[in-house]
């Protein structure tokens, strides 16, 4: 049966206080429309409708920026859930399948809890998402008689009996599209708020003779996002499942609430994961790399046997092959290292290319930007860069080829050439004594004239 999203994402998020839709706020280096997106992708869709409001121009640019096909429409004005979900039907007009209600400021569905909704959607005509809260507070009431749902109440409507109720509305929804945009059409707004309520639909399902029911998710999973507070919160949540997650699939972390990941982020089992490490987006780690403490790393890929850090950065393009060593206060961006490659302290690698087990010494700084352009450095195998060596690039060193430290490199070097370039050193006996008196006696004339001034 084929599957359409309809992820809404109108509201402004006024607790938020920002200028920014709520659904761009970011958990884990992503907007929270990306993840409530990537859930529903687990169940391959074949269109998928982002209902925006507030910034919609920022909230399409984002949701085509995760998935181009993705039709965002406007909600101009907020009158409900049911009025919201009605702005998508235009987008998928003709579609024949299943409709999934999703919500962009929800983001940690999880793919076993789609998949029971679409397998419970073979066996009912709506298919609610609830869960058993520990609180439930405002939420909205979900009223079952077995596996029946009978209708959900919001809040503001139950009665004392309905609201002693713990099974509590998560919002999602699933039917068949046709199924669900006849049921919003007939969806009023006499109640509390003057709203048009996405969950009266059962009741309506139910009168027309449809059926519906309840899968039930862990609460943590309907965790929604309206404040600041709440998106802490849902930051500690995403981070404390992949730091769980990591240590179940073979990875050493021996102070894991102090290493952060990105929403992407990939790494091997028997890696290495020290403390405090921060994990950019787009990082992939293979098995058996260790990551030292202190170390920051984004759009970056390390492979099999190699260390980072302590304290080194990997920017977006570093490419490290296997058994690269890159040490403190080393920094790696758009360059690949290839195997062996060692860069231990101190040093800048930009825009550059290192071929096999080349040794990059101390204080090595590839000089890659001219003011306007970016300019690539290309260094062979088995070369040695001397300590402070300065690559004016573009630049090319040979195979074999040697850099002697402070030397300033503007121009190609052979293949097993030594490119030296320094003043030549002079000496001059005495002067240093003769330098050091004249300054003494010229601060103590200072001193001396600072007193007499002040007394």
Known sequence: MPIALIVLGAGKGTRMNSDLPKVLHKIAHAPMLWHAMRAGAVLEPTACVVVAGHGADQVEASAKAWDEDAVVVLQEEQLGTAHAVAQAFPALDGFEGDAIVLYGDTPFISEETLNAMAEA????????????????????????????????????????????????????????????????????????????????????????????????????????????????AAEAAFQARMRAEALETGITMAAPETVHFAWDTVIGRDSEIEQNVVFGPNVTIESGARIRAFSHLEGCHVSRGSIVGPYARLRPGAELAEDVHVGNFVEVKNAILHEGVKANHLTYIGDAEIGEKTNIGAGTITCNYDGVFKHKTTIGKNAFIGSDTMLVAPVTIGDGAMTGSGSVITKDVPPGALALERADMTVKDGLATKLFNMLKAKKAKQQAAKAAQDT
Do not use: Q
């Open 121 to 232: 959607r073979s066996r009912h005509d709506v298919v609610v998402l609830g869960f058993e809260a520990a609180d439930p507070a405002r939420y909205g009431r979900l009223v079952t008689e077995g596996d029946t749902l009978l209708k959900i109440v919001e809040f503001k409507d139950a009665t004392e009996e309905e609201r002693a109720i713990t099974l509590c509305n998560s919002g999602v929804v699933a039917a068949d599209a046709n199924v669900l945009k006849d049921l919003i059409t007939a969806v009023g707004n006499d109640n509390a708020s003057g709203e048009y309520y996405l969950t009266d639909i059962v009741e309506i399902a139910r009168s027309n003779g449809l059926s519906a029911t309840v899968v039930r998710c862990p609460e943590a999973e309907t965790m929604g996002v309206n404040s600041r507070a709440d998106l802490a």
